[in-house]
T-cell receptor, first 114, second 115 residues
Framework: NAGVTQTPKFQVLKTGQSMTLQCAQDMNHNSMYWYRQDPGMGLRLIYYSASEGTTDKGEVPNGYNVSRLNKREFSLRLESAAPSQTSVYFC?????????????FGPGTRLLVL | AQSVAQPEDQVNVAEGNPLTVKCTYSVSGNPYLFWYVQYPNRGLQFLLKYITGDNLVKGSYGFEAEFNKSQTSFHLKKPSALVSDSALYFCAVRDPLYNFNKFYFGSGTKLNVKP
């Protein structure tokens, strides 16, 4: 099993450009998540999908949209990138989205917005 | 408000010595507590978690953590540090009384183990 995979690994954008970050998991998990990681701030939840066909806002959703394409895939879209969105983005998944479950993380996408 | 605090940005320890990485939390109900480790340019890897039961939880790579309800702490420990333990460690909590999908992460503690 590959676990959670993310593409691309690194991306440079100019302000105002758009892009989609891809995430896929092969663990048959129902719940998937997008986080951003900024220095000194830990990880902050952007959006999550409790199950296929549902998405909900997390802590910092502004400037982002998501699509739960199917059970395996959960994409994050930046419609008009801003320098404040320079960050490392992590996708994660868990089996049922229950409170006691472990989340499994992908390797991350480093995004630089100029 | 729910929160997690890791009071030390960095912990330095010599190889072979015991290590402690501190974490305190603030939640409304009984917490679900997690520790993750992040190696450079990698995603977070699960180490251990406390849900209920024995206050001492054992996890991967020889790590353990002690849940202390009166002190609202969940410190990560290892009896004998290895150079390969050098990484960024995150404490996270879930409050079962609130949105079950939300993790509250600490800001992270960088562990440096010197030979």
């Amino acid at each position: 099993n590959a676990g959670v995979t993310q593409t691309p690994k690194f991306q440079v954008l100019k302000t105002g450009q758009s892009m989609t970050l891809q995430c896929a998991q092969d663990m048959n998990h129902n719940s998937m998540y997008w986080y951003r990681q900024d220095p000194g701030m830990g990880l902050r939840l952007i959006y999550y999908s409790a199950s296929e066909g549902t998405t909900d806002k997390g802590e910092v959703p502004n400037g982002y949209n998501v699509s739960r394409l199917n059970k395996r895939e959960f994409s994050l879209r930046l419609e008009s990138a801003a320098p404040s969105q320079t960050s490392v983005y992590f996708c994660a998944s868990s089996e049922q989205g229950q409170r006691q479950e472990t989340q499994y993380f992908g390797p991350g996408t480093r995004l630089l917005v100029l | 408000a729910q929160s997690v605090a890791q009071p030390e940005d960095q912990v330095n320890v010599a190889e072979g010595n015991p290590l402690t990485v501190k974490c305190t939390y603030s939640v409304s109900g009984n917490p679900y507590l997690f520790w993750y480790v992040q190696y450079p340019n990698r995603g977070l890897q699960f180490l251990l978690k406390y849900i209920t039961g024995d206050n001492l939880v054992k996890g991967s790579y020889g790590f353990e953590a002690e849940f202390n309800k009166s002190q609202t702490s969940f410190h990560l420990k290892k009896p004998s540090a290895l150079v390969s333990d050098s990484a960024l460690y995150f404490c996270a909590v879930r409050d079962p009384l609130y949105n079950f999908n939300k993790f509250y992460f600490g800001s992270g503690t960088k562990l440096n183990v010197k030979p």
